[in-house]
């Protein structure tokens, strides 16, 4: 997961680091965020958005894991995207920064991993959702 330790909000929590040659080079190139909700590259300040046909919002994020700049609504076919202090840059479906409220100077963690407490924290909101679902099911077949 990718969080902003700033506004205690997750910027992706299913990201895809690009981590390979392959990775980096096909980027969005050819796909849409279906399976994933963020694609990372790190050791990277620039970007384009040739052959995609997605609409991206774009974290760049410098050597101390701040946010150093952003652009929402990258539209495709731009040659470059860049931001010289970044080393890090994130790709994310169109909104999602305004979502997250992620602006500039904000601390990110990159590779967020739920504790104990908040894992249990977020079995107890699922069950109950479908503690809920069920009851409101079992009612709703009691009236007719």
């Known amino acids: ?13 299913n990201p895809v680091f690009a981590d390979t040659f392959y990775l980096r080079v096909r980027g969005m190139i050819g ?3 279906q399976d994933f909700d963020g ?3 790190e050791h990277c300040n620039c970007i384009h958005t040739f052959f995609m046909s997605v609409t991206l ?3 760049f994020i410098d050597g101390n894991n701040n946010v150093c700049d952003l652009r929402e609504n990258a539209h ?3 040659p470059v995207i860049r931001s010289r202090k970044a080393v890090t840059v994130i790709e994310l479906p169109q909104g999602q920064i305004r979502k997250s409220g992620t602006q500039t100077g904000d601390k990110v ?5 739920l504790s104990k407490a908040e894992q249990q924290k977020l079995k ?4 109950h959702g479908v503690k809920t679902a069920v009851t409101s099911r079992f009612r709703t077949d009691c009236k007719k």
């Not at 997961?1 to 929590?13: D, G, Q, S």
């Not at 107890?124 to 069950?127: E, H």
């Open 1 to 13: 997961m990718i969080y902003n330790l700033t506004k205690r909000t997750h910027v992706a929590k």
């Open 31 to 33: 796909r849409n965020f």
């Open 39 to 41: 694609m990372v590259f």
């Open 57 to 59: 919002d774009v974290i």
């Open 76 to 78: 495709p076919w731009h």
């Open 109 to 113: 963690n990159l590779r967020e991993e």
């Open 124 to 127: 107890k909101k699922l069950l």
